[in-house]
């Protein structure tokens, strides 16, 4: 076969791949919408099933007479039957629901339709391709533009839909999926991620907007503060964050766009992701050809949270950055290191201070007597105080659980993780605000009961 012959193969094979993406995701959107019908016209029938019991009810309330006493009895009894049939009827859908509805379906749209542009702006480079093969141009110019403008695109495009849909299955089969819930959740107090989707994946990185992936093998509630970072890397390139990119005087350079990614995860998230940054995720040894390096995000992290740690002159968790900072000053000693430099990184003070003016919210806005109250009450396992938003609820959760945490046996630590996660699930979370929305944020006992 010639040069020209193998690459037209090649080609066809890559446009046929690019089909089968595009079959895959329309028939993961049909399955997903008949299900979603399926599940409609169930709730349906069982709402139908409840105003018929109600009507029945109100009848024999009002009943002058009309119905005998032993037809009443009957119908009590089958309207009793009834209730229980109900009950049973939406356990079971709900429970159905779990699995199937692992994430928001308009969710997944946008990122169905992410993952069609990108195949649909292959297809033209193949076309680009194709039209200059048929023109008789440079064999070797064609081969360098197919290595370089097909193969890293078609690969980058591969790696995100084996992504999503593998992620999308694992969640599925219920693999991480309460983690990945809570992750959901956690991306809702970052700026423009509110739409975001987590999913469990082998690595880290990833090209479709939207789609943040939990690495391996941090799929557990002590990893759920990591997606802060894949997420704070995006951060500035949303409306919502408009404001404090234009506090930001001079622009940040790509190194510190990186950096300010654990800045602003810092800022949100609190001490809980320095934890588990230092605990799961940075070492102190890592290459210095990494940009930025290790040692320089640790720096920035701690920087921002002792910022955090003060507000209107009053301390809030100084202790704790304390304790972290001496955490990593350890570690580096242990590694024969130079230590920390005494002055803080000037682009800690320049992101927190841009913020702060831009009325981002974070976790100077939550109250640490909660945290506190919480890691108490995980390690009893006691009731926690009221918390009314499901996404203060995440913050104060993941910092009193690894508070609660130090210091612990392995096993004493999985228990904490259980009763995080009892917290955490999505029928305890998404339903939060609903159902205590008239109980306040706090800890403390309502005004004339104190």
Not at 148 to 172: K, P, Q
Not at 279 to 308: F, G, H, K, N, Y
Not at 398 to 426: F, Q, T, Y
Request: charge should be negative; hydrophobic fraction near 40%; glycine fraction near 6%.
């Amino acid at each position: 076969m010639s040069g020209r012959e193998i690459l037209a193969t090649r080609l066809t094979y890559l446009e046929a791949a690019m089909k089968y993406i595009d079959e895959t995701l329309n028939e993961v959107l049909v399955r997903r919408t008949w299900l979603h019908e399926v599940l409609g016209r169930e709730q349906e029938a069982i709402d139908e099933l409840a105003r018929i019991g109600t009507t029945v009810r109100e009848e024999l309330k009002r009943d002058r007479g009309e119905f005998s006493e032993l037809k009443s009895d009957v119908l009590k009894t089958s309207l009793r039957v009834l209730d229980d049939r109900i009950k049973q009827a939406k356990a079971a859908s709900d429970e159905v629901r779990t699995l199937v509805e692992p994430a928001k379906f308009d969710q997944q749209d946008a990122h169905e339709k992410a993952l069609r542009v990108e195949c649909g702006k292959l297809r033209g480079e193949v076309r680009k391709l194709r039209a200059r093969m048929d023109r008789g141009d440079d064999l070797h110019g064609i081969w360098q533009s197919y290595s370089t403008a097909i193969v890293d695109a078609a690969e980058r495009i591969y790696d995100d839909y084996v992504a999503f849909i593998a992620g999308l299955a694992m969640r599925d089969a219920n693999i991480a999926k309460d983690v990945s819930a809570a992750s959901d959740l956690l991306l809702t107090k970052i700026p423009g991620q509110d739409r975001a989707l987590t999913v469990p994946a082998r690595s880290v990185a990833c090209n479709l907007p939207g789609l943040v992936r939990m690495g391996f093998p941090e799929w557990t509630v002590w990893g759920v503060p990591l997606v802060g970072r894949e997420a704070g890397t995006s951060f500035f390139q949303h409306s919502e964050a408009m404001a404090v990119r234009q506090l930001l005087d001079p622009p940040l350079e790509p190194e510190e766009e990186l950096l300010a990614a654990d800045a602003v995860a810092a800022y949100i998230i609190g001490p809980a992701y320095a934890r588990a940054m230092f605990t799961l995720r940075l070492r102190p040894d890592a290459p210095e050809a990494e940009t930025p390096s290790d040692l320089q995000r640790a720096e920035v992290i701690l920087a921002v949270l002792e910022l955090c740690s003060h507000k209107d002159g009053q301390s809030r968790f100084p202790d704790h950055v304390a304790e972290l900072a001496a955490l990593w000053d350890k570690l580096l000693e242990e590694f024969h290191l130079s230590p920390r430099p005494e002055s803080r990184p000037p682009l800690a003070e320049k992101i927190f201070d841009a913020l702060v003016t831009a009325r981002i919210r974070g976790i100077r806005a939550i109250s640490w007597e909660d945290v506190q109250t919480c890691a108490k009450q995980l390690r009893t396992g006691g009731r926690l105080p009221p918390l009314e938003k499901p996404s203060d609820l995440v913050v104060i959760l993941l910092n009193a659980g690894w508070i609660a945490r130090k210091d612990l046996k392995p096993d004493s630590v999985g228990e904490i993780a259980e009763r995080m996660m009892k917290h955490l699930k999505p029928d305890n979370t998404a339903r939060a605000t609903e159902r205590r929305s008239d109980q306040p944020l706090t800890t403390k006992p309502p005004r004339g009961q104190r």
